[in-house]
């Protein structure tokens, strides 16, 4: 499940909204780690390595949908980056370009899992190798709780 810092969550109620506050700065990006998930989207990403960060063809900050309670890629954009290290993919962290990945309550993240099947974000493969070109096809949160 995904899980948003305490910013996003004030993002979320305050104008203009979570994906202005991620793209506003034209710097957003998605970091796809390997090794041990944070806790929380606030909390830092430890010892987990950073394979790859995707951005718009490669080079362009994120843009990012936002419709209804939905945050998602728009249908036409690209996203890719070329892997910088091997390893397994383990969980993502949606970013404003700066995000130094440490503890912090002020920075606009959502984190997630990483998988080929059944993830926040699923890869055709988890097993990332450096220097390989890496896409997403499809990104999309439904940032609203699910009753259980």
Request: some cysteine; aromatic content about 4%; glycine content about 10%.
């Amino acid at each position: 499940m995904n899980k948003i810092s305490t910013a996003a969550a004030i993002a979320m109620l305050s104008s203009p909204g979570l994906a202005s506050a991620l793209t506003g700065s034209g710097d957003c990006e998605l970091r796809i780690y390997s090794g041990a998930v944070p806790a929380s989207a606030d909390a830092g990403v430890g010892s987990a390595t950073l394979l790859v960060a995707l951005k718009t063809g490669g080079t362009t900050g994120l843009n990012l949908e936002m419709v209804g309670a939905v945050l998602s890629k728009p249908a036409m954009d690209t996203w890719q980056g070329t892997v910088a290290a091997t390893g397994q993919a383990t969980f993502y962290r949606l970013v404003k370009g700066g995000d130094l990945d440490d503890t912090n309550t002020t920075a606009v993240r959502i984190q997630g899992s990483v998988a080929q099947v059944g993830a926040d974000v699923n890869l055709a493969s988890i097993n990332l190798v450096t220097s390989a070109p890496q896409d997403l096809k499809d990104y999309v949160i439904n940032i609203v709780e699910s009753a259980t």
